[in-house]
């Protein structure tokens, strides 16, 4: 996915603006201290802040492809690791991080498969993935029911397992949150 510009960035940042869709991806995730997080998709930096505020700033990373949103994110949560790429990109090492989540991010992926097989991969073993997005009833920005049994059916296929979906009101919309572990032995 080629990321926003910088007009364009401020924009979505401005009329996209929803902490509690954050908290309710954030709470999904269960985090604690001493986990080491990644968001991928961070926008302008709202989930990664409440993240940070768990975990501290020197163990929450993020990643997004516009690198407007990655200067606002460094701006909101200095200390945090906060670099420009793709879910299909993440630019750290193999089981790096405990937790990694995405909030109205993965329906942006060019490639879908392989964010999901390059996010497992830096997913440390034991480690949780927590993939939020808008339930919709057709494909547009968020996922429909048939897009999650997609999802869910290849997260188990690159073996991860306790594979569950957690449907969360936000506002007057529902947030669908797909939810697995990467096992501590393949």
Same mark, same amino acid.
């Given at each position: 996915?080629?990321?926003?510009?910088?007009?364009?960035?401020?924009?979505?940042?401005?009329?996209?603006?929803?902490?509690?869709?954050?908290?309710?991806?954030?709470?999904?995730?269960?985090?604690?201290? %001493?986990?080491?997080? @990644?968001?991928?998709?961070?926008? /302008? =930096?709202?989930? &990664?802040? !409440?993240?940070? #505020?768990?975990?501290?700033?020197?163990?929450?990373?993020?990643?997004?492809?516009?690198?407007?949103?990655?200067?606002?994110?460094?701006?909101?949560?200095?200390?945090?690791?906060?670099?420009?790429?793709?879910?299909?990109?993440?630019?750290?090492?193999?089981?790096?991080?405990?937790?990694?989540?995405?909030?109205?991010?993965?329906?942006?992926?060019?490639?879908?498969?392989? %964010?999901?097989?390059? @996010?497992?991969?830096?997913?440390? /073993? =034991?480690?949780? &993935?927590? !993939?939020?997005? #808008?339930?919709?009833?057709?494909?547009?920005?968020?996922?429909?029911?048939?897009?999650?049994?997609?999802?869910?059916?290849?997260?188990?296929?690159?073996?991860?397992?306790?594979?569950?979906?957690?449907?969360?009101?936000?506002?007057?919309?529902?947030?669908?949150?797909?939810?697995?572990?990467?096992?501590?032995?393949?």
């Amino acid at each position: 996915m080629t990321g926003f510009g910088a007009v364009g960035a401020r924009l979505y940042a401005w009329f996209n603006r929803h902490p509690e869709a954050n908290r309710a991806v954030v709470d999904v995730a269960a985090l604690r201290p %001493g986990d080491h997080v @990644l968001e991928v998709g961070c926008g /302008p =930096g709202v989930g &990664l802040e !409440l993240a940070a #505020r768990v975990v501290g700033a020197e163990r929450a990373a993020a990643v997004d492809p516009s690198e407007t949103f990655v200067a606002m994110a460094r701006k909101r949560v200095p200390g945090a690791d906060v670099r420009v790429a793709g879910a299909e990109d993440v630019p750290f090492d193999h089981a790096t991080f405990t937790a990694i989540y995405t909030l109205a991010s993965m329906h942006h992926w060019s490639d879908r498969d392989a %964010g999901l097989a390059r @996010l497992i991969a830096v997913l440390a /073993p =034991g480690g949780r &993935l927590v !993939l939020g997005e #808008r339930l919709l009833d057709k494909p547009g920005h968020g996922i429909t029911p048939v897009q999650i049994d997609e999802v869910t059916a290849r997260l188990a296929a690159l073996g991860q397992t306790g594979v569950r979906t957690v449907e969360r009101r936000v506002g007057r919309r529902t947030l669908a949150v797909i939810v697995s572990e990467r096992p501590f032995q393949a």
